[in-house]
Each structure stands twice: as C-alpha cells, then as structure tokens.
C-alpha cells in the first residue's frame, strides 16, 4: 500500500502527480496534483487511498471528495488535438505541468508517477509505480481517473454508440465496432490504432 515515505523525506510542500488517459482511443489525457499539508489525521481515510486501476468506481468517487477536504489539489488535461500535435508523451508532460500550476500554491518538490517529468517552477522527482508507493501520488491518480472517466460520460451522452460512460475511449469490443460502423468522431486520436487504420481504409 501506498504511503508518507516518500514525502516525509523532504522538507516543505511534496506534491504527488499522475495522470490518466494515456492509452485510449478517444479523448483528453488528465492530470492531477495533490498536496497533502498534515500527514497524521484521518489514518483510515489513508488506508483506503490506493492505486486508481485497484479501486472500485464508487470507492473512487467517495475519495475524490476527502483527499480534496484533506489535499491541495490541481487539474490539468492536454486535448485530442494537443496529442496529435504533440504526441501522447509530451501531451502527458503538457496535462501534469498544467496540474501542478493549477494547484493554490506551487510546492518544494513534486513526485511524478513514472520515469519522465515534465518541466515545472519546481524540482521533480520520478517514481516508477509511485501510485502503488506514494499516498500523494495514488492521489492525485484517482482525482485524474475520476475527472477524466466524468469527462467521458458526458460525451457518451453526445456519442452513445462507443460506450464511451463505461470503456472510458479505450478500445473494447463495443468502442471497435462503432467505430468501423458509425466512423471515428472529433475525440478520437486520429494517430492510434486502429483508428489510423479505419481513416486509411475510409
């Protein structure tokens, strides 16, 4: 389980940073940041903070609402068109570097999920799995998680054919069929497959 270890090991405001969204079909990447000021209340709220991938849609949502109560907290997202101009990697750098600028205050340090960074006011450090090792960074991965699954659903409602409210534009079954039946929309990543392919073949 996630915990402080990380964030105890430095002085000042620690923030932890992830993303979600890096890996579908369709849709924005996002980005979130958390800052936790008090590392000792409410140990069992802590204890439920894990991985965003681990946790159940309503186990997500009721925690969304305490690491904001608890956190300092920050969104940012990089666009479909921001990803095709820029590729998913930088767009990635792009939504985390927006998230840590949206927070109230700007921290000492910030932990990024992973093994790149993004170029911020502040200094960075990587954590390979940190959302599985660091209490901010599983954080700020179910904020994004949450965000961006929201930001899905409500383009299932203008799209309903890909089952956008329960894939998340990832590429199921259901999200393959319509888009070789119904063709691709203005939030599909013209540059994955198999979604390049449908266009080369349209």
């Known amino acids: 389980m996630p915990d402080f270890s990380h964030e105890i090991a430095h002085s000042g405001l620690v ?5 979600a969204g890096r890996g579908p079909l369709s849709g924005p990447v996002v980005a979130a940041a958390v800052i ?3 590392k000792s209340f409410d140990k069992e709220f802590f204890k439920k903070i894990d991985d ?5 849609a309503e186990e997500r949502q009721y925690l969304v609402s305490k690491i904001r109560k608890h956190g300092l907290s920050g969104i940012g997202a990089a666009s479909v068109k921001e990803i095709e101009s820029y590729n998913i990697l930088n767009a990635t750098m792009l939504a985390m570097r927006r998230a840590v600028l949206a927070l109230p205050k700007i921290p000492s340090l910030a932990l990024i999920d992973g093994n790149k960074a993004p170029t ?3 200094p960075t ?7 599985t090792l660091s209490i901010s960074i599983a954080s700020a991965s179910i904020l994004a998680k949450v965000y961006r ?5 409500a383009l299932d409602i203008r ?3 890909y089952g956008w409210a329960k894939n998340a534009g990832y590429g199921t079954r259901q999200h393959i069929e319509a888009l070789e ?3 691709i929309t203005p939030h599909h990543r013209k540059l994955f497959s198999p979604v390049n392919k449908i266009l080369s073949h349209s």
Not at 15 to 19: N, P, R, S
Not at 52 to 56: C, F, I, T
């Open 159 to 161: 799209y309903p054919d």
């Open 125 to 131: 450090k990587t954590i390979i799995k940190g959302d």
């Open 52 to 56: 965003s991938k681990k946790l159940k």
């Open 120 to 122: 911020l006011p502040c």
């Open 36 to 38: 936790y000021r008090c």
């Open 149 to 153: 699954d929201n930001v899905m659903k």
């Open 181 to 183: 039946s119904k063709g």
């Open 15 to 19: 923030a932890g940073v992830d993303e």
